[in-house]
């Protein structure tokens, strides 16, 4: 009668067996499969097909790192990075989307390496439609294991050569057959491509525009009898209460009817704007969106024309017609952040330019009386009549905030709407703010400026992407404001302005004034 095994050797057979099971534990590998765009089945699908053999990444936790290492996208460099921080060993990505060549729907699955980011073994399943039919999802389950079995092959059989190794000479009186070589050479594995840019970082964004704008332009005043209008310049004098007559002061004129102003108007225009983004290629998406950006308006505004009023301030008649012309250009930085790194997803637009708009209207020639205060005699001098709007010459630093929101996005094309804010730091005015330029001829502003600021609002409800080919369709509103102090109270400068001297004295006097500006602009260009 036959014996069973001993003890001992039962004892060595459990022991083998448990080495061999912990070893199988030991080199189980790690495969995330990433969320599938729209055809979330299929993502459950690839994710149950491999549970058995590998351990599966959570998604949550996944994206989780992504989003903090901003890898939201599936360029190669980004899944290696996130690969590289999670320990894992194969990357699993699928798309459902239209063949550009053929019009058909496809089903690609690609598998790829956690140490690289590229596709090692690549799935294509032909489809009737964008859904997935449960056949393509059988037959994608049974494919996918050995997929990612030859990719992990793949990676473990490649060694690791430190230098380039010559080869070894070949034996003298033997030569290599050249059809073995052109052999070998069509044999070698095909270098992967280099991963794409996000779309929507481009290198640079150009374009140009019609514009149709418009302006009013207004100073402060009150109705009735309040001193809140304003005043103009009159003569000069001497000071009646100086009992030496040595003295001058300037006198202006009584509350004028009404004060100058522009009438809102509108007129055409062209626009150019670009900006080139140098950091595009960088793989931390927070800075690829940063550029140097420009933006040119030119406007053709007809010939203004001086309203002549009655006694009452009414208009009775046009007056001559003077050359008007409007100048807008922003030069400086621009900044776009898309946060999740998808291209439709909403992004931030921040911007610090420098910005100048010039809005002037031709002067004319005037004759005006003058008091010579040493003679006391009057006598008529040539100068110059600006009708109470000199130069406007704004400068300003702009710092602007918006944002950018998709609504449509396909891989063939892309719409979204935005919206900006921009606040002016005013650094300069123009004529308005001087005194006196040219005391001689008359010509000056309404002194210094107290306090200023500068707003604009843009929308865009349309901004259109098709292959590069870019339409924006934009509206704006825009205005500057400023007070001035020889009208302030609190600095010793009531209204009316009675007899002034030197340094309380302008060409005008008044409160304050406020420039509008707005209009649309239809844009085209291209990015790339």
């Given at each position: 009668?036959?014996?069973?095994?001993g003890p001992r050797r039962v004892a060595l057979v459990g022991l083998v067996l448990l080495c061999?099971?912990?070893?199988?534990?030991?080199?189980?590998?790690?495969?995330?499969?990433?969320?599938?765009?729209?055809?979330?089945?299929?993502?459950?699908?690839?994710?149950?097909?491999?549970?058995?053999?590998?351990?599966?990444?959570?998604?949550?936790?996944?994206?989780?790192?992504?989003?903090?290492?901003?890898?939201?996208?599936?360029?190669?460099?980004?899944?290696?990075?996130?690969?590289?921080?999670?320990?894992?060993?194969?990357?699993?990505?699928?798309?459902?989307?239209?063949?550009?060549?053929?019009?058909?729907?496809?089903?690609?699955?690609?598998?790829?390496?956690?140490?690289?980011?590229?596709?090692?073994?690549?799935?294509?399943?032909?489809?009737?439609?964008?859904?997935?039919?449960?056949?393509?999802?059988?037959?994608?389950?049974?494919?996918?294991?050995?997929?990612?079995?030859?990719?992990?092959?793949?990676?473990?059989?490649?060694?690791?050569?430190?230098?380039?190794?010559?080869?070894?000479?070949?034996?003298?009186?033997?030569?290599?057959?050249?059809?073995?070589?052109?052999?070998?050479?069509?044999?070698?594995?095909?270098?992967?491509?280099?991963?794409?840019?996000?779309?929507?970082?481009?290198?640079?964004?150009?374009?140009?525009?019609?514009?149709?704008?418009?302006?009013?332009?207004?100073?402060?005043?009150?109705?009735?009898?309040?001193?809140?209008?304003?005043?103009?310049?009159?003569?000069?004098?001497?000071?009646?209460?100086?009992?030496?007559?040595?003295?001058?002061?300037?006198?202006?004129?009584?509350?004028?009817?009404?004060?100058?102003?522009?009438?809102?108007?509108?007129?055409?225009?062209?626009?150019?704007?670009?900006?080139?983004?140098?950091?595009?290629?960088?793989?931390?998406?927070?800075?690829?969106?940063?550029?140097?950006?420009?933006?040119?308006?030119?406007?053709?505004?007809?010939?203004?024309?001086?309203?002549?009023?009655?006694?009452?301030?009414?208009?009775?008649?046009?007056?001559?017609?003077?050359?008007?012309?409007?100048?807008?250009?922003?030069?400086?930085?621009?900044?776009?952040?898309?946060?999740?790194?998808?291209?439709?997803?909403?992004?931030?637009?921040?911007?610090?330019?420098?910005?100048?708009?010039?809005?002037?209207?031709?002067?004319?020639?005037?004759?005006?009386?003058?008091?010579?205060?040493?003679?006391?005699?009057?006598?008529?001098?040539?100068?110059?009549?600006?009708?109470?709007?000199?130069?406007?010459?704004?400068?300003?630093?702009?710092?602007?905030?918006?944002?950018?929101?998709?609504?449509?996005?396909?891989?063939?094309?892309?719409?979204?709407?935005?919206?900006?804010?921009?606040?002016?730091?005013?650094?300069?005015?123009?004529?308005?703010?001087?005194?006196?330029?040219?005391?001689?001829?008359?010509?000056?502003?309404?002194?210094?400026?107290?306090?200023?600021?500068?707003?604009?609002?843009?929308?865009?409800?349309?901004?259109?992407?098709?292959?590069?080919?870019?339409?924006?369709?934009?509206?704006?509103?825009?205005?500057?404001?400023?007070?001035?102090?020889?009208?302030?109270?609190?600095?010793?400068?009531?209204?009316?302005?009675?007899?002034?001297?030197?340094?309380?004295?302008?060409?005008?006097?008044?409160?304050?004034?406020?420039?509008?500006?707005?209009?649309?602009?239809?844009?085209?260009?291209?990015?790339?």
């Amino acid at each position: 009668m036959a014996s069973g095994p001993g003890p001992r050797r039962v004892a060595l057979v459990g022991l083998v067996l448990l080495c061999l099971g912990g070893a199988a534990r030991a080199e189980r590998k790690t495969v995330a499969v990433l969320d599938v765009p729209g055809v979330p089945r299929v993502q459950v699908v690839l994710a149950q097909a491999l549970r058995k053999s590998y351990t599966l990444m959570p998604l949550p936790r996944w994206n989780a790192t992504a989003r903090r290492l901003g890898a939201m996208g599936r360029a190669a460099d980004e899944l290696a990075l996130v690969a590289a921080e999670l320990g894992v060993d194969v990357v699993v990505t699928a798309t459902v989307k239209k063949d550009k060549d053929t019009g058909t729907w496809v089903l690609a699955a690609s598998v790829r390496s956690g140490q690289t980011g590229k596709a090692v073994e690549k799935l294509r399943y032909p489809l009737k439609g964008p859904r997935v039919d449960p056949a393509t999802l059988r037959q994608l389950a049974a494919e996918i294991g050995p997929a990612v079995d030859r990719a992990l092959r793949g990676q473990t059989e490649q060694p690791v050569v430190e230098a380039p190794q010559p080869e070894p000479a070949a034996p003298p009186g033997r030569e290599e057959n050249p059809f073995e070589a052109v052999q070998r050479t069509a044999e070698a594995p095909a270098k992967e491509p280099e991963p794409k840019r996000p779309l929507f970082y481009p290198w640079f964004d150009v374009g140009a525009g019609f514009i149709l704008g418009g302006r009013r332009f207004s100073f402060t005043e009150e109705p009735g009898p309040s001193p809140i209008k304003c005043y103009t310049f009159d003569r000069r004098i001497i000071d009646p209460s100086d009992p030496a007559m040595q003295r001058t002061v300037f006198r202006y004129s009584n509350a004028l009817r009404k004060c100058p102003g522009f009438s809102a108007s509108v007129a055409g225009g062209l626009r150019l704007d670009g900006t080139v983004y140098p950091l595009a290629w960088l793989s931390i998406a927070p800075l690829r969106g940063l550029g140097v950006g420009a933006t040119f308006d030119y406007f053709f505004w007809p010939a203004s024309r001086v309203c002549n009023k009655n006694a009452d301030g009414m208009c009775i008649s046009p007056g001559t017609e003077l050359e008007t012309r409007q100048i807008r250009a922003e030069v400086g930085l621009r900044w776009m952040w898309n946060v999740l790194n998808k291209r439709s997803r909403p992004s931030i637009l921040l911007s610090l330019m420098y910005g100048f708009h010039q809005f002037a209207i031709q002067k004319e020639k005037r004759t005006y009386e003058v008091t010579d205060p040493v003679t006391r005699q009057t006598m008529k001098v040539e100068g110059i009549d600006d009708h109470g709007l000199p130069d406007l010459r704004y400068q300003y630093l702009d710092i602007g905030l918006g944002g950018r929101v998709p609504y449509v996005t396909t891989n063939r094309f892309f719409a979204a709407l935005l919206v900006d804010f921009h606040y002016h730091v005013m650094l300069d005015y123009g004529d308005i703010q001087t005194r006196f330029i040219d005391f001689d001829q008359l010509y000056g502003g309404y002194g210094p400026v107290g306090g200023g600021y500068g707003l604009r609002v843009g929308f865009t409800p349309v901004e259109f992407v098709w292959k590069g080919l870019t339409a924006r369709l934009s509206g704006y509103y825009e205005t500057f404001a400023m007070s001035f102090d020889l009208a302030n109270p609190d600095k010793g400068n009531p209204l009316p302005p009675g007899d002034r001297e030197a340094e309380a004295a302008s060409r005008h006097i008044a409160q304050g004034a406020t420039d509008q500006y707005f209009g649309g602009i239809l844009q085209v260009g291209y990015q790339y």
